[in-house]
């Protein structure tokens, strides 16, 4: 018997074949798989958590804030909550570019032929993509402390607003897992950003307070979902949100987890298998 | 599980994309524990029906059960039996060829410290160990092609899809995936192999369907499917290669078909229907003076098969031409 067939017989009698895996254990081997992935790519992830945000927070604190609010400390107060919903908006793309390069290259069919609960591949992915918008957050409000940003409701504020606004991500993730799933390629994924993305994250209230628009375009701004997050994030860090600004931005980052997810899951089963 | 006779079964197997009918009604029956070959060109069908049977898509008529499972009922079960490696290798380029089996055996249900013996154990047989931490992106196309066999294997699956297994490999790789594949069959795997090599099927397989344009054109097993085209082939190998003119010219006469020139310019082949047609062939020779360094008489190769079945040549399939008379 040769040394392969030997060790061949070996692999094969080892370990009993175990049970379907459960559904939480297949998202934490594609966590685990997302994190040696993102560790591999350090660098990229080091333009996107620090220098990025670094970037834009002093390009709009220091170039536009005085126009804007007559002083860059005011404007910052007003901005840096905004700034963090711009932060995470911009990086959900991410998550789509991912599930169409994993479908583009082989690996989606190795994924299909194994028995476990399919979501686990987006869902894990995701997860990881939190931990990244985290990072990226943390640069933002420490650069932003540093440079006179104070919360009014304090640590609390900061938290609150963190967490919500790291809701605010997963829920936006899941349309672009969509996109990422019905893309006919990668490039339309990325120019969605621009098409979609960039005109929606300046027409909100991001940079610009609503009240200094004019009285029909206000209200319209102020619908847009970003604004909306960009509000109900500013009134968490300041401690002025109502229930209502809070309501209404929950309701629609529901709407988007409630209605892309199941599209998603759906579109993802079916690739392939039309 | 029961003792079943097939492996695969299927019936009309229908698949458009479409518009363009990809398959048009394969019937297929695979021996548990044998090797079984789907010959075809690219475009014949293969990779469809492959991903049919192996769970990834859905047919549009006809049914398939794999090992008593249907494919679209009970896939998931039907997955539990089956390894696939496609034409592009299936792994995750980005992670190392360790890290990708650990993933792939964490998704089978293995935990961590049972994936990462596995993994170890997978990577050895397949001669992987050494460059078990570069990441998978960097190997060669024989390693690549080695991952992805191992990462079918963890499922110690019963029946491996092996989707032209070799297609883009140097010679050296290609015999490392045709001994893998023998030694598997050895230990009781069935494999159903796709390949547009005739000397691969011939090689590897016990039974070939020859898929062109959808359709089962021929089945059976090697010798068969050679033995249907209904002729010997006579074979001659000559000491000068100048004389080629004038033994093309004896065959044509005594064998009544015309002589094809092989890689090799002093090698002539021909259709022999009749033993006896040889022996006088080899006597002609002589009396012309050619001198003959070889002789002689065997099957058809499959290419030949192959033309016969298709009455197409193909350039990937064929390499052979017919002499030229001077």
Same mark, same amino acid.
């Given at each position: 018997?040769?040394?392969?067939?030997?060790?061949l017989?070996?692999?094969?009698?080892?370990?009993?074949?175990?049970?379907?895996?459960h559904?939480?254990?297949? $998202?934490?081997?594609?966590?685990?798989?997302?994190?040696?992935?993102?560790?591999?790519m350090?660098?990229?992830?080091?333009?996107?958590?620090?220098?990025?945000?670094?970037?834009?927070?002093?390009?709009f604190?220091?170039?536009?804030?005085?126009?804007?609010?007559?002083?860059?400390? @005011?404007?910052?107060?007003y901005?840096?909550?905004?700034?963090?919903?711009?932060?995470?908006?911009s990086?959900?793309?991410?998550?789509?570019?991912?599930?169409?390069?994993?479908?583009?290259?082989?690996?989606?069919?190795?994924?299909?032929?194994?028995?476990?609960?399919? +979501?686990? &591949?987006? $869902?894990?992915?995701?997860?990881?993509?939190?931990?990244?918008?985290?990072?990226?957050?943390?640069?933002? $409000?420490?650069?932003?402390?540093?440079?006179?940003?104070r919360?009014?409701?304090?640590?609390?504020?900061?938290?609150?607003?963190?967490?919500?606004?790291?809701?605010? /991500?997963?829920?936006?993730?899941?349309?672009?897992?969509?996109?990422?799933?019905?893309?006919?390629?990668v490039?339309?994924?990325?120019?969605?950003?621009? $098409?979609?993305?960039?005109?929606?994250?300046f027409?909100?209230?991001?940079?610009?307070?609503?009240?200094?628009?004019?009285?029909?375009?206000? +209200?319209?701004?102020?619908?847009?979902?970003?604004?909306?997050?960009?509000? @109900?994030?500013?009134?968490?860090?300041?401690?002025?949100?109502?229930?209502?600004?809070?309501?209404? &931005?929950?309701?629609?980052? &529901?709407?988007?987890?409630?209605?892309?997810?199941?599209l998603?899951?759906?579109?993802?089963?079916?690739?392939?298998s039309? | 599980?029961?003792?079943?006779?097939?492996?695969?079964?299927?019936?009309?197997?229908?698949?458009?994309?479409?518009?363009?009918?990809?398959?048009?009604?394969?019937?297929?029956?695979?021996?548990?524990?044998?090797?079984?070959?789907?010959?075809?060109?690219?475009? @014949?069908?293969?990779?469809?029906l492959?991903?049919?049977?192996?769970?990834?898509?859905r047919?549009?008529?006809?049914?398939?059960?794999?090992?008593?499972?249907?494919?679209?009922?009970?896939?998931?079960?039907?997955?539990?039996?089956?390894?696939?490696?496609?034409?592009? /290798?299936?792994?995750?380029?980005?992670?190392?060829?360790r890290?990708?089996?650990?993933?792939?055996?964490?998704?089978?249900?293995?935990r961590?410290r049972?994936?990462?013996?596995?993994?170890?154990?997978?990577?050895?047989?397949?001669?992987?160990?050494?460059?078990?931490?570069?990441?998978?992106?960097t190997?060669?196309?024989?390693?690549?092609?080695?991952?992805?066999? /191992?990462?079918?294997?963890?499922?110690?699956?019963?029946?491996?899809?092996?989707?032209?297994?070799?297609?883009?490999?140097?010679?050296?790789?290609?015999?490392?995936?045709?001994?893998?594949?023998?030694?598997?069959?050895?230990?009781?795997?069935?494999?159903?192999?796709?390949?547009?090599?005739? !000397?691969?099927?011939?090689?590897?397989?016990?039974?070939?369907?020859?898929?062109?344009?959808?359709?089962?054109? /021929?089945?059976?097993?090697?010798?068969?499917?050679?033995?249907?085209?209904?002729?010997?082939?006579?074979?001659?190998?000559? &000491?000068?290669?100048?004389?080629?003119?004038?033994?093309?010219?004896?065959?044509?006469?005594?064998?009544?078909?015309?002589?094809?020139?092989?890689?090799?310019?002093?090698?002539?082949?021909?259709?022999a229907?009749? +033993?006896?047609?040889?022996?006088?062939?080899?006597?002609?020779?002589?009396q012309?003076g050619?001198?003959?360094?070889?002789?002689?008489?065997?099957?058809?190769?499959?290419? !030949?098969?192959?033309?016969?079945?298709?009455?197409?040549?193909? !350039?990937?399939?064929?390499?052979?031409? !017919?002499?030229?008379?001077?």
């Amino acid at each position: 018997m040769s040394t392969t067939e030997s060790k061949l017989m070996l692999a094969l009698n080892a370990g009993e074949t175990p049970r379907r895996p459960h559904a939480l254990h297949a $998202i934490a081997a594609f966590v685990w798989r997302s994190w040696r992935g993102t560790l591999k790519m350090l660098h990229y992830l080091a333009i996107d958590v620090l220098i990025f945000p670094v970037i834009f927070l002093l390009i709009f604190t220091y170039l536009f804030g005085g126009a804007i609010s007559g002083g860059t400390g @005011a404007y910052l107060q007003y901005l840096l909550p905004g700034m963090l919903v711009y932060t995470v908006t911009s990086m959900t793309v991410y998550i789509g570019i991912g599930i169409k390069n994993d479908i583009d290259r082989g690996v989606f069919n190795r994924f299909r032929t194994l028995p476990f609960w399919q +979501p686990a &591949a987006i $869902i894990g992915t995701m997860l990881i993509q939190l931990l990244t918008y985290t990072s990226a957050l943390i640069t933002t $409000i420490l650069l932003g402390m540093a440079l006179g940003f104070r919360p009014e409701a304090g640590i609390i504020g900061v938290l609150s607003g963190l967490i919500f606004v790291v809701l605010y /991500a997963f829920c936006l993730s899941w349309l672009f897992a969509f996109i990422g799933v019905i893309a006919k390629k990668v490039e339309s994924i990325t120019s969605m950003t621009y $098409i979609v993305l960039y005109p929606l994250l300046f027409t909100s209230n991001v940079f610009v307070d609503t009240s200094t628009m004019p009285d029909w375009l206000g +209200p319209i701004i102020a619908w847009n979902p970003i604004s909306l997050a960009s509000t @109900a994030a500013r009134g968490l860090m300041h401690g002025s949100a109502s229930f209502g600004d809070l309501a209404s &931005a929950l309701a629609v980052m &529901a709407v988007f987890a409630l209605v892309f997810a199941p599209l998603t899951f759906r579109a993802y089963r079916r690739k392939g298998s039309q | 599980m029961e003792r079943i006779r097939y492996a695969i079964e299927a019936r009309g197997i229908q698949k458009s994309f479409g518009g363009t009918e990809v398959l048009k009604g394969i019937d297929l029956q695979v021996e548990r524990g044998t090797v079984y070959a789907l010959l075809g060109p690219n475009g @014949a069908g293969k990779t469809t029906l492959v991903h049919i049977l192996s769970t990834l898509l859905r047919p549009d008529g006809g049914e398939a059960r794999v090992f008593g499972l249907d494919v679209v009922q009970s896939s998931d079960a039907v997955r539990r039996h089956i390894g696939l490696t496609g034409q592009f /290798a299936a792994v995750d380029e980005s992670l190392s060829g360790r890290e990708n089996l650990m993933l792939f055996s964490r998704l089978l249900g293995y935990r961590k410290r049972d994936a990462a013996a596995r993994a170890e154990e997978w990577l050895d047989v397949f001669g992987l160990s050494d460059a078990a931490g570069k990441q998978a992106g960097t190997y060669s196309g024989g390693m690549r092609r080695r991952l992805d066999i /191992a990462a079918a294997m963890l499922v110690k699956p019963e029946l491996l899809f092996l989707d032209e297994p070799t297609t883009g490999l140097d010679p050296r790789s290609r015999n490392e995936v045709w001994d893998i594949v023998r030694l598997l069959t050895e230990r009781g795997t069935t494999v159903l192999l796709t390949t547009q090599y005739l !000397e691969e099927a011939d090689r590897l397989s016990d039974r070939i369907a020859v898929i062109h344009e959808g359709v089962v054109i /021929a089945e059976g097993t090697p010798a068969e499917l050679k033995a249907s085209v209904g002729s010997g082939t006579v074979r001659v190998q000559l &000491a000068r290669k100048e004389q080629r003119g004038d033994a093309a010219m004896a065959m044509r006469q005594v064998l009544g078909a015309a002589a094809r020139q092989d890689a090799d310019p002093a090698v002539l082949t021909a259709p022999a229907l009749d +033993p006896k047609l040889a022996a006088r062939l080899l006597l002609e020779l002589s009396q012309a003076g050619i001198e003959v360094e070889q002789f002689s008489l065997g099957q058809p190769s499959l290419d !030949e098969v192959f033309l016969s079945l298709t009455g197409q040549k193909n !350039e990937v399939l064929f390499e052979s031409k !017919e002499v030229q008379s001077s």
